[in-house]
């Protein structure tokens, strides 16, 4: 079975979007124990935003092995992360929205939109869904595909890297929905994640089941004839209580 990896270093809005999204993920792996684990073993690796970014950076090796070695690797809004990066040339710039308060203002207007022809992630998640701030853009890149620019074309904000070397995949942003899901704060990057993560999955082809689950009646009345819905009752219960 083709699984998903979610990293975290254990800040708590990562955890928090990390049990808002389990149902479409599989392991979570704290970011101290990321040089344990077999990463062959994952169709694809979040790393979301909101991470240690001095911290991540031990890692580099092994996450740029994991993406020449055919993995998908997922990364957001990540300080630096364009230094540690080696399987594709990075250019960022330190370019941040003119008015952080945009979406107070009578006539909001956000620097951003949607390239065409659009990604495919564009086609199922509107600008209106991306649409709070971000950290830096990077530069437009022949061998990749822009989901998300500044709206005068000058750099990206989420950058797909689908055919690297050795069939690994990257797809890097300066958005940080997950920080803001976590903090329950910025309804469009809760928007965001619930189209995301299923996408993601329908994107590695991975179907995952509905989990069952258990439903329990508590007794809240003293009168017996209350203590289970009607329908649950056995036929001598359904008699006796009239």
């Known amino acids: 079975m083709k699984k998903i990896a979610y990293l975290t ?3 708590a809005s990562q955890l928090t979007s990390y049990q808002d999204y389990a149902k479409h993920l ?3 792996i704290y970011l101290r124990e990321l040089e344990t684990y077999d990463l062959s073993r994952y169709a694809a690796v979040v790393l979301p935003d909101g991470m240690d970014s001095a911290g991540i950076r031990r890692y580099a090796a092994q996450l740029n092995a994991y993406v020449r070695g ?8 990540c300080k630096n992360a364009h230094e540690w990066i080696d399987v594709v040339d990075l250019t960022w710039r330190d370019i941040g929205t003119k008015d952080w308060l945009w979406w107070t203002k009578s006539k909001p207007y956000l620097e951003i939109r949607q390239p065409e022809p659009k990604h495919p992630l564009a086609k199922l998640i509107p600008v209106a869904d991306m649409s709070w701030h971000w950290f830096g853009a990077f530069d437009l890149h022949p061998a990749g595909r822009s989901a998300l620019n500044l709206d005068d074309d000058s750099g990206s904000l989420l950058l797909d890297f689908p055919s690297l070397e050795g069939g690994g995949r990257l797809m890097i942003s300066t958005l940080d929905p997950h920080v803001h899901n976590g903090e329950r704060f910025m309804p469009a990057c809760r928007r965001f994640l619930q189209a995301f993560y299923p996408w993601l999955n329908r994107e590695l082809g991975i179907e995952r089941r509905k989990r069952a689950f258990t439903a329990t009646y508590l007794q809240c009345f003293e009168n017996s004839a209350e203590w289970a819905p009607r329908a649950w009752r056995s036929p001598s219960q359904r008699s006796a209580a009239g």
């Open 9 to 11: 270093w254990g800040c």
């Open 26 to 28: 599989d392991d979570m």
């Open 70 to 77: 055919g993995g998908f690797l997922i990364i957001f809004h």
